[in-house]
């Protein structure tokens, strides 16, 4: 290993270490007033129902998950079509991986919505070696597949609410 890349390579491990002290330290700044026993006595007065108001946001993320992998495996299949390769599938357990860590990001960072766009496409290359230009592809694939189905379920409400509607107004 050559010298520069000795010294960037300390750099970056610095620069990992300065980032988790600062994370660490504003977890602690978050929790350090909170009534964290007071919480927990609450959850645990629910009882094992409370584990029940998890479960859509695991259900919508392993329907996410599966449409996220159909939409990763039509953008593999058209450079494989052209060269005759065969595409291989993403597994849906690391595939899963990434949006949650990408959730984890949208709910856990100030500007989060932005920031877990751009952390999409760096997981799919690392944990899925997903190349970047496919892995960005796919995230703008994904949002527009979302835009189009928000924009269905808006239509099919006008038209099944239109009556109540006309009557509000």
């Known amino acids: 290993m050559s010298a520069g890349a000795a010294r960037r390579s ?11 002290a600062i994370a660490a330290a504003a977890l602690w700044n978050t929790l350090r007033r909170e009534e964290l026993g007071r919480a927990a006595g609450l959850a645990l007065g629910v009882g094992p129902a409370i584990a029940l108001a998890a479960l859509p ?9 599966a449409g996220y992998a159909r939409i990763l ?9 052209a060269t005759g390769a065969r595409a291989r599938a993403a597994s849906y357990l690391l595939l ?10 949208l709910m856990s960072v100030p500007g989060g919505a932005a920031l ?3 952390v999409n496409p760096y ?13 960005l592809a796919a995230v703008v694939a994904k949002k527009t597949v979302i835009v189009f189905t ?4 808006i239509i099919i409400a006008v038209l099944a609410g ?6 509000a107004s």
């Open 123 to 135: 997981l799919l290359e690392r944990r899925l070696r997903v190349p970047l230009p496919l892995g």
């Open 10 to 20: 300390r750099w970056a491990t610095a620069a990992r270490w300065a980032f988790f």
């Open 162 to 167: 239109a009556g109540d509607l006309r009557a």
């Open 150 to 153: 928000n924009w269905l379920w």
């Open 73 to 81: 495996g039509a953008l593999r299949d058209v450079p494989a079509r």
């Open 57 to 65: 946001f695991f259900v919508a993320m392993l329907l996410q998950t």
């Open 116 to 118: 877990a766009e751009t």
């Open 96 to 105: 899963l991986s990434v949006l949650l860590s990408s959730e984890a990001v």
